[in-house]
């Protein structure tokens, strides 16, 4: 779930999604099939990741991808030097939802993507692990 704290990090938290995008692109998935070496897994990968990206267009469609919150509020208390004790208190406030453009046709573009390894006969193995060399 989406932790609220997070929103103060808003220059971050754009990185985010990038980030964990590259990750998960290192982490490839792995596609067998005997006799094929992992360069003809991966040469088949990219054949059939175009042919599904030809054959199923983006459908962009603007939707909610975050809900709307109570961000709970804060009290901020520091002693001066002069041992007075000073409070800021940040009442809680309703944060709103949040709306993007979501390609709903990811799913059927990854299933047509499976159906062409799977013709060739190639059979899925899972996540191949990150290699950094």
Not at 36 to 64: G, H
Not at 88 to 93: E, F, H, I, K, L
Request: charged residues 20%; positive net charge; proline residues 10%.
């Amino acid at each position: 779930m989406f932790q609220p704290w997070l929103l103060r990090y808003k220059p971050a938290m754009r990185l985010l999604p990038l980030t964990l995008a590259l990750l998960l692109a290192a982490c490839a998935e792995r596609w067998e099939k005997p006799g094929a070496t992992e360069a003809d897994s991966d040469a088949a990968q990219a054949t059939c990741t175009a042919q599904a990206a030809e054959q199923i267009r983006p459908a962009m469609v603007w939707m909610q991808v975050q809900p709307a919150y109570w961000d709970s509020g804060e009290t901020h208390c520091w002693t001066s030097p002069n041992g007075v004790t000073n409070c800021t208190r940040r009442p809680p406030r309703l944060r709103p939802p949040i709306y993007d453009w979501v390609d709903v046709n990811i799913p059927i573009r990854q299933e047509a993507r499976a159906k062409c390894l799977a013709e060739q006969g190639f059979t899925y193995k899972g996540l191949r692990p990150l290699r950094l060399f």
